[in-house]
């Protein structure tokens, strides 16, 4: 049964008007997604295809703990943007962060605490709820952009076919906003994102068909520091590569599949070149 505070939030935002910063260009719709639920891409002037210069190589990047450490910033939103809605503070607790999707986690929140409707009924006011309060938290939470970036973001951009784009379980406005508040925002082109499905493997391959439809799958590759992250890549035939900036070990990515593992990227040369297929 909803609390008194959830049944007044379901009904104040059941129907909600648009979320600003979604768009609804043909670039980020997705099949079968509501519109709460399609990522908001906020094109920039980088493009998959170049003019003169073939995509060759197309590699996605992970952002909390492989990009970026925001010290907490997401997680707190989330957790004030659950207890605005529901009344429920640390809402959650007993979630799983490392590698799910943000779908997943909201999903998980309302199921471990009875709140019925599923999280399409809530979809709306917890995005506004949540990018409000993720603007601030950003501002008060001391992060950092980890061992070698923006430099291994720079060499990739640098060389001819290869692309740079997100594979991330965040809400893609959230996704935005953290790369904005750190300054590498213009890097990437689109991304994966975690409106686009429960599971981080439907969701790389819900964002893929989306945005690079016609890549072969070995010409994709996945960075993060979880298993989730090497696991859906892998479940995609895509290649996985995997960082240990995170929660995990070097052996525990290895051993979760990753064809590629680093510590960091502080050499940074050496990992473009890794990265882009050169050697």
């Not at 590699?59 to 450490?69: A, E, M, P, Q």
């Not at 951009?157 to 300054?183: C, Q």
């Not at 989306?210 to 035939?237: C, E, K, Q």
Request: proline residues 4%.
């Amino acid at each position: 049964m909803l609390s008194a505070s959830a049944a007044l939030w379901r009904a104040r935002w059941r129907r909600p008007p648009a979320l600003r910063g979604f768009t609804t260009s043909r670039a980020v719709r997705t099949p079968g997604l509501s519109p709460a639920c399609r990522p908001s891409a906020r094109p920039s002037n980088r493009t998959l295809s170049a003019p003169g210069s073939p995509l060759t190589r197309l590699v996605l990047f992970d952002i909390d703990n492989t990009l970026l450490n925001t010290g907490g910033a997401g997680g707190l939103g989330m957790n004030l943007a659950f207890e605005e809605m529901f009344g429920i503070s640390d809402g959650f607790a007993n979630v799983e962060f490392s590698g799910r999707t943000d779908l997943y986690i909201l999903s998980q929140g309302l199921r471990q605490h009875g709140i019925s409707g599923g999280h399409a009924a809530y979809m709306q006011g917890f995005l506004r709820s949540y990018h409000h309060h993720l603007s601030r938290t950003l501002m008060e939470r001391k992060g950092h952009l980890e061992p070698g970036f923006p430099q291994l973001l720079e060499a990739l951009r640098r060389r001819d076919g290869v692309r740079i784009g997100l594979a991330t379980g965040n809400f893609s406005e959230a996704a935005w906003m953290k790369l904005e508040h750190y300054g590498i925002r213009d890097y990437f082109f689109d991304g994966a994102f975690g409106e686009e499905s429960l599971d981080r493997a439907k969701m790389l391959r819900a964002g893929l068909r989306r945005f690079a439809g016609d890549v072969a799958p070995r010409d994709v590759v996945i960075v993060g520091d979880t298993p989730h992250d090497v696991s859906s890549a892998l479940a995609n035939g895509f290649v996985a590569v995997g960082v240990a900036t995170g929660s995990y070990t070097i052996d525990q990515l290895r051993d979760s599949g990753a064809e590629l593992v680093f510590q960091n990227f502080t050499d940074w040369q050496s990992a473009a070149a890794k990265l882009a297929g050169e050697v």
